[in-house]
């Protein structure tokens, strides 16, 4: 990642896959980022931590193409996608897990991971779904209507949502909101196990503790700046995320 020393020696050999430049978004007379950059490389597990209203959400949708306002660059795979689209940087292999619900909740478990696949794929098959569901461990839920999973197990599925279009690079905003800490630590091991196959993980969230557990790298954004980025070892014992976010936390 940008603006920090690299913590582990086989990161400079790993591509980057994901990296936004200088990102600025401007509301009225309010900036709500001011220059933000961060590289997320194949295999690693990024996580942008940070209180609430310092800009995450805004940063992921310039990265994903639902803000496309924004001045700054954002580049896929080494090429700039800035004026691309959602749609033409998913067909990228970038992946979006929105922090709303994005699951149809009328429909079953199965028949979501059906229409996902059509629309990711252009075509699904049983054996393709039975995957999905076994990846994310809902097989025993798959005759369940959406609207009636639990935060976890529609967390998961919103996972499986992301993974029919076969992604690269996978960003998630507030992956375990609404998640008990048993449920939690599953979808993390999720997360940690795409790394493993080698795709970039990017994770905003509030829950510090399971998101350092699976991050190989950790950034604090601030007033809509990146003040530290580093390992999560070095954002611990960093003092302005030990002053102004883990010390609130503690108090809070
Ligand atoms: N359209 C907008 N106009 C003005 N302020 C906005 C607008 N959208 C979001 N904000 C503000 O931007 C800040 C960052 O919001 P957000 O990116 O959702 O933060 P986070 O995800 O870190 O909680 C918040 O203070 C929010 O109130
Ligand atoms: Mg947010």
């Given at each position: 990642m940008s603006a920090t020393h690299e913590d582990d020696d086989d990161d400079d050999t790993r591509e980057?896959?994901?990296e936004a430049r200088n990102v600025v978004v401007?509301?009225?007379?309010?900036q709500l980022l001011r220059g933000v950059s961060l590289a997320c490389r194949a295999g690693t597990v990024t996580g942008l931590l940070g209180p609430?209203?310092?800009?995450?959400s805004t940063f992921f949708r310039v990265l994903v193409g639902e803000d496309r306002d924004?001045?700054?660059?954002?580049?896929?795979?080494?090429?700039?996608?800035?004026?691309?689209?959602?749609?033409?940087?998913?067909?990228?292999?970038?992946?979006?897990?929105?922090?709303?619900?994005?699951?149809?909740?009328?429909?079953?478990?199965?028949?979501?991971?059906?229409?996902?696949?059509?629309i990711a794929r252009g075509a699904s098959d049983a054996g393709t779904v039975r995957d999905l569901l076994d990846r994310v461990r809902l097989t025993d839920a798959?005759?369940?209507?959406?609207?009636?999973?639990?935060?976890g197990e529609r967390r998961r599925l919103e996972l499986a949502r992301v993974l029919a279009g076969r992604p690269k690079v996978v960003v998630c905003d507030e992956?375990?909101?609404?998640?008990?800490?048993?449920?939690?630590?599953?979808?993390?091991?999720?997360?940690?196990?795409?790394?493993?196959?080698?795709?970039?993980?990017?994770?905003?969230?509030?829950?510090?503790?399971?998101?350092?557990?699976?991050?190989?790298?950790?950034?604090?954004?601030?007033?809509g700046q990146v003040v530290t980025a580093g390992s999560p070892g070095d954002?611990?014992?960093?003092?302005?995320?030990?002053g102004r976010y883990l010390g609130t936390l503690a108090t809070a």
């Open positions: 980057v896959l994901l401007e509301r009225g007379k309010k609430s209203g310092a800009g995450k924004a001045t700054g660059t954002v580049l896929l795979g080494g090429d700039d996608v800035s004026r691309e689209p959602l749609h033409a940087r998913a067909r990228r292999g970038l992946g979006y897990m929105p922090q709303g619900p994005s699951v149809l909740w009328d429909l079953t478990v199965e028949d979501n991971l059906t229409t996902f696949l059509e798959r005759m369940t209507r959406a609207g009636l999973l639990s935060g992956p375990y909101a609404g998640v008990d800490p048993a449920q939690a630590a599953h979808l993390g091991d999720l997360l940690r196990g795409l790394a493993d196959d080698g795709v970039a993980v990017l994770l905003a969230d509030h829950h510090v503790e399971e998101a350092l557990r699976i991050c190989t790298h950790a950034a604090l954004l601030l007033d954002f611990r014992d960093h003092p302005v995320v030990r």
